[in-house]
Structures are given as structure tokens and as C-alpha cells.
């Protein structure tokens, strides 16, 4: 069974300039969540999508970052514009069910953003 | 969601138990015990979790004491593979989010 896939695997950008990260989550997994993931530390939540429905998007930066998970299944993080700051790790995650009592998440490899 | 306590980092042995603690001294009554791991350039993985008893897995054991005010991860037989950062995590399930903390990087050594 494939895993979560995330692409890209490297981005490298120039402040100003928007960038977009996708995520393809395991089959038939509803709850999907976008993390970020700054160097030496672990991974902060930014978004939890439940089937199309953002759930819990707080600590989502919504003056430059937006998600979107049209059809229930893939999801796009984009940021417009990108600044120095945003360099990180950004992780994808799906789990199955909603409103799901478990904590087993399945990550991808992440999609790690350096901004100049 | 509890908040966890754990050592930054912890050497091992190659071939001997690796026993990783972690305190969560405010963890609720509904809340389980989750482990994940995360090895270099890679996301989490999910190692084990448990609310009051004893778990065991193909990867790992946890150990969880009688008042769940802390808990102890052990890899039997660590191998050079289990290098990675240990994150123990309080979650209550339902509506709450994995809060992550740094969690132990241990590193097995030859």
C-alpha cells in the first residue's frame, strides 16, 4: 500500500515569491493535516482537514498561508509570499476516519522549503 | 492535551535495551500514551501507544506506571537503524491535535 507522498521534496525560492506543496494522503484516509517542522524542534500543526472541511486551521498564518482539500483527498499548502522565516520542513499527515480517537498518524517525507 | 517531559538526548549500546523515558505528571484520564519516532529526512512514524496498561508491538514496548504520571519506551535490542528523535506525546483523541514536543534524540552506537 503506498504511503502518504508529498512533493516537493526540495524547494528553494526567493523571498516574495509564492510556493505550493501537495499531498496525496493513503487511500480512503479522511482526516488529513498539514505540519510544519522547524529545525530541532518537532512538528506544529497548521491545519487538520476532516474529508473537505478545514476542523482546525488556528494556527494557520492566513495572511500569507492558505490550504485547500477540494475533493476530499489531495491537499495544497500554498504560501504567498514566502518569507525568509518559512524556511522549514512542511509534513503532511492522514489518518482514517473523522472525529478520529486515534492518534496514529501517518506522515510522509515532507517537502523542505528554503527561502533566500 | 498533557504536556510530556523528556531528556533531550540518550546514547545506547548497539544490541542492548534502549529504555526512553518520558513524564506526563498532568496527562487525563482519557488521554493515551503515543510514541512516535522520527528518523533523519523523514516524517514521524508511529511506534506504539497505551491509556493504563502494559503494551508490547513488533517494534517496541511501552511500560506505563500504575498512577500514568510517567511512562518508559523500550527497544529490546537496539540497532544502528533505531537513531532517530523519540517524541512521547499526551493525546485525548476525538478533537484533540499530536502536540510534539522535541522529544530524545538517541543515538546507538557500534
Known amino acids: 500500500e503506498a504511503g502518504v507522498v508529498q512533493s516537493p521534496r526540495y524547494k528553494i525560492i526567493e523571498k516574495k515569491q509564492p510556493v505550493a506543496f501537495w499531498c496525496n494522503p493513503i487511500?480512503?484516509?479522511?482526516?488529513l493535516y498539514w505540519y510544519l517542522q522547524n529545525l530541532g524542534q518537532g512538528p506544529e500543526l497548521l491545519i487538520r482537514y476532516e474529508n473537505e472541511e478545514a476542523v482546525d486551521d488556528s494556527q494557520l498564518p492566513k495572511d500569507r498561508f492558505s490550504a485547500e482539500r477540494l475533493k476530499g483527498v489531495d491537499s495544497t499548502l500554498k504560501i504567498q509570499p514566502a518569507e525568509l522565516g518559512d524556511s522549514a520542513v512542511y509534513l503532511c499527515?492522514?489518518?482514517?476516519?473523522?472525529?478520529?480517537?486515534?492518534?496514529?498518524?501517518?506522515f510522509g517525507e515532507g517537502s523542505r522549503l528554503t527561502v533566500l | 492535551d498533557a504536556k510530556t517531559t523528556q531528556p533531550p538526548s540518550m546514547d545506547c549500546a548497539e544490541g542492548r535495551a534502549a529504555n526512553l523515558p518520558c513524564n506526563h505528571s498532568?496527562?487525563?484520564?482519557?488521554?493515551?500514551v503515543y510514541w512516535y519516532r522520527q528518523i533523519h529526512s523523514q516524517g514521524p512514524q508511529y511506534i506504539i501507544h497505551?491509556?493504563?496498561n502494559n503494551e508490547t508491538n513488533e517494534m517496541a514496548s511501552l511500560i506505563i506506571t500504575e498512577d500514568r504520571k510517567s511512562s518508559t519506551l523500550i527497544l529490546p535490542h537496539a540497532t544502528l537503524r533505531d537513531t532517530a528523535v523519540y517524541y512521547c506525546i499526551g493525546h485525548g483523541g476525538s478533537q484533540g491535535n499530536l502536540i510534539f514536543g522535541k522529544g530524545t534524540k538517541l543515538s546507538v552506537k557500534p
Open positions: 497505551g491509556l493504563k
Open positions: 499527515a492522514s489518518s482514517p476516519g473523522t472525529r478520529s480517537d486515534t492518534g496514529e498518524l501517518f
Open positions: 498532568t496527562i487525563s484520564g482519557n488521554e493515551y
Open positions: 487511500s480512503g484516509h479522511n482526516t
